[in-house]
């Protein structure tokens, strides 16, 4: 079965604090992404990645940052968290090449910034 | 600039009832791909279907059916003799453009769709 993980649940941080979210997939795919959701917003893409070191800007990167070391995992850096940040994120992954793939997500990570 | 409408922003329905989606969505590739997700309260997004845009054909799984028509640039979702299991918010999404091999979905703002006992 296809997995994406994201290893929060839940979080709450100070405002100015750096965070971390991280995400693991284990179906070697190529293309990883963060999103955000927030309510009547729908998902907007923050940043992806498809190739390891490689990272593309999505529509809404401001106030964000990612890597990605290794193919399995793609981090989320919020480098000064602020309150507006305060969102459910998703981590997601799919294989290489073709408008067609499907994505797969994870759980998602509720972060509250305070 | 691609979008994705979803007008109905909640629906709350009595089970055994049969419940539409709507989605609309806005292009000007001739080749894209549309999607549906479902978001269980658990938060994680459920694949449920995937259509190109050059296969217009209904398709129906149990108790899911989903209905395209570029005429309208709609691909509605019907859910026939609906559940309490079938709670959850209702994502539509398009993908048109692809970066590095990888897709840009863009995705509207979710129905959430409450089916009471």
């Known amino acids: 079965d296809v997995k994406v993980t994201q290893s929060s649940r839940y979080l709450v941080k100070r405002t100015g604090e750096k965070v971390f979210l991280e995400c693991v997939q284990d179906m070697d795919h190529e293309n990883m992404f963060w999103y955000r959701q927030d309510p009547g917003l729908g998902l907007r893409l923050i940043y992806f990645?498809?190739?390891?070191?490689?990272?593309e800007k999505g529509d809404i990167p401001e106030g964000y940052s990612v890597s990605r070391e290794k193919k399995e995992r793609f981090s989320l850096i919020l480098e000064s968290a602020s309150t507006n940040q305060t969102s459910m994120y998703l981590c997601a992954s799919s294989l290489i090449s073709g408008l067609g793939n499907t994505i797969y997500f994870g759980e998602g990570s509720w972060l509250t910034v305070v | 600039a691609q979008k994705v409408t979803q007008a109905q922003t909640e629906i709350s329905v009595v089970e055994k009832e049969d419940v539409t989606l709507d989605c609309v969505y806005e292009t000007r590739d001739t080749t894209y791909y549309l999607f549906w997700y479902k978001q269980p309260p658990s938060g994680e997004l459920v694949f449920l279907i995937r259509?190109?845009?050059?296969?217009?054909q209904n398709e129906i799984s149990g108790r899911y059916s989903w209905n395209f028509q570029k005429s309208t640039s709609s691909f509605n979702f019907t859910i026939t003799a609906s559940q309490v299991v079938d709670s959850a918010v209702y994502f539509c999404?398009?993908?048109?453009?692809?970066?590095?091999?990888?897709?840009?979905?863009?995705f509207g703002q979710g129905t959430r769709l409450t089916i009471n006992p």
């Open positions: 259509r190109n845009s050059f296969d217009e």
């Open positions: 999404a398009l993908s048109e453009s692809e970066i590095q091999g990888a897709q840009k979905l863009v």
């Open positions: 990645s498809y190739d390891v070191k490689m990272k």
